[in-house]
């Protein structure tokens, strides 16, 4: 995982040498995350609000461009536990990680850009708020692979993106003693400017 994290940010680099143009700036932004668990015990909960901050870079390749980031994000999830025996009770989960998503699009109309690409998530600091004797800390993986897609519109320096993201690996496969699989999904709203 550490290897393809390097390559990607490797190669985002080298494409800049044979770019036709350079951009750069910072990024924030807000997102609404939705935890998905396969599970009979588990069942999904509402939607959590969080937030990202972080730079992007912009690299143009002739008619398209890439836009690799590196942000800090803040997200939570919320589910249920639902055992045979015992009352149900709802659990939230918070995830602080370092996102590094590469875009590949290209502009239509000079305004309007179309993008997707690639996310790798690397875990900071994640847990369960209040896990009790059953429902035990689940173990979160250190990193994660998804992906991104969406619309953006550039508006002098000003960029915004509007993304759908999904997990293409599973962040846990496990709450204490029980087995899941689970993911994230989430919508991104973000504003970046561009400083050159």
């Keep these: 995982m550490k290897k393809l994290i390097l390559s990607l940010a490797l190669l985002a680099i080298s494409l800049v040498g044979y770019s036709q143009g350079f951009s750069f700036g910072p990024k924030v932004g807000l997102s609404q995350t939705s935890l998905d668990l396969k599970s009979d015990q588990f069942k999904n909960g509402e939607s959590k609000f969080g937030y990202h901050v972080g730079v992007f870079a912009r690299i143009g390749l002739g008619g398209?461009?890439?836009?690799?980031?590196?942000?800090?994000?803040q997200t939570q999830g919320q589910f249920t536990f639902d055992p045979d025996d015992q009352p149900i009770k709802e659990y939230e989960a918070d995830f602080n990680r370092v996102d590094i998503p590469v875009m590949l699009g290209f502009k239509m109309f000079k305004l309007l850009r179309v993008q997707a690409g690639p996310i790798a998530s690397i875990n900071v600091n994640s847990e369960l708020k209040e896990a009790g004797q059953t429902v035990?800390?689940?173990?979160f993986k250190d990193a994660t692979i998804g992906y991104q897609a969406g619309l953006?519109?550039?508006?002098g320096n000003l960029i915004i993106?509007?993304?759908?993201?999904?997990?293409l690996d599973k962040f846990s496969g496990n709450v204490g003693d029980f087995q899941?699989?689970?993911r994230t999904n989430q919508?991104?709203?973000s504003v970046g400017f561009r400083l050159f």
Excluded at 152 to 155: C, E, V
Excluded at 161 to 167: F, L
Aim: hydrophobic share 35%.
């Design 64 to 73: 398209l461009y890439l836009q690799p980031e590196v942000l800090y994000t």
């Design 136 to 139: 035990k800390n689940a173990e």
């Design 152 to 155: 953006g519109l550039d508006i």
């Design 161 to 167: 993106d509007a993304k759908y993201e999904s997990s």
């Design 180 to 182: 899941t699989d689970q």
């Design 187 to 189: 919508w991104i709203l």
